[in-house]
């Protein structure tokens, strides 16, 4: 799902230097007295003695092998923001059997990044092929595992990513794997409430969502509910696919402002999309 340039950024050599070694003889603040520098000397990012420099190199290739191994099929999508924050989803190939919720694949995301601004992050949730955006998890069966980057941090909370084994990540999914016929529950209990465009209103009213959120969501809801064949889509084998059309329910409504997240503001950080969804599939369900 990534060319091959995307890849080549996301695994390009980096190192955490002193910056003594670059201007010697120099005094630097004791937060910033080292930088993060790219395969060509430029400077990323400045950060502490203290920062755990961890590379995408030791993060994602290790896990991507362990997969593989243990057979577990997955397409990656790739989000690369100024060349220091890197967004990595694994989007598992195999469909989640359920009786009223039948395009949802399972999937987590790992994230990383290389000026302290985004913390190394394992976060778990669904994708929605007929939407191809990520779905998040029923409240009350959230999995969501970050720290900072530091050196020999306390897990006090939880593993430390940033020095985390990816066999505790795989762990970790494995987890989530288990336990994805809870969240199914909540969706398919969302499936069986009718619901129309008054409550896409009502939720963006109470969120203070943008009028272009609110059209967008309208718009998706009105489009996935209409006669089969006005919606096309491309499911995970590559397969052209005539949408069935989607039922006039609460799990509709959350995926039509869903998509209006997701779709509308390209500039927004992931991080940022990620909590405005958490806030609508909130509201929805109260």
């Not at 999937?107 to 913390?119: A, E, I, M, Q």
């Not at 329910?249 to 999309?273: F, G, H």
């Amino acid at each position: 799902m990534q060319n091959s340039e995307t890849l080549k950024k996301l695994f390009a050599p980096v190192s955490k230097v002193e910056l003594g070694s670059i201007l010697p003889g120099k005094k630097f603040p004791r937060a910033n007295d080292h930088a993060i520098l790219d395969e060509h000397g430029n400077i990323l990012s400045f950060c502490s003695s203290t920062y755990n420099l961890r590379e995408n190199e030791t993060l994602y290739k290790p896990l991507e092998k362990m997969m593989k191994d243990q057979k577990i099929p997955f397409d990656r999508k790739i989000s690369i923001v100024d060349g220091t924050k890197f967004y990595v989803d694994y989007i598992i190939r195999d469909r989640v059997k359920s009786l009223t919720v039948n395009d949802i694949l399972p999937k987590f995301s790992v994230w990383n990044s290389y000026d302290g601004t985004l913390k190394t992050t394992l976060k778990f949730g669904f994708y929605r092929v007929v939407c191809s955006n990520g779905l998040t998890r029923p409240v009350g069966n959230t999995v969501n595992i970050s720290k900072k980057h530091r050196k020999a941090a306390a897990a006090e909370d939880g593993m430390d990513l940033s020095i985390a084994s990816n066999s505790e990540i795989i762990n970790s999914v494995q987890l989530f794997l288990s336990e994805v016929k809870q969240d199914m529950e909540v969706y398919e209990q969302m499936n069986q409430i009718k619901a129309d465009v008054s409550k896409i209103l009502q939720v963006s009213e109470k969120l203070k969502f943008s009028k272009n959120i609110l059209e967008t969501a309208v718009e998706r809801f009105n489009m996935e509910t209409s006669i089969k064949g006005s919606l096309t889509y491309v499911n995970e084998n590559g397969e052209l696919v005539n949408h069935e059309g989607s039922p006039q329910t609460l799990y509709t409504v959350y995926n039509a402002l869903n998509y209006a997240i997701y779709n509308c503001n390209t500039k927004e950080l992931p991080e940022a999309k990620l909590k405005r969804d958490q806030l609508v599939l909130a509201e929805v369900l109260a």
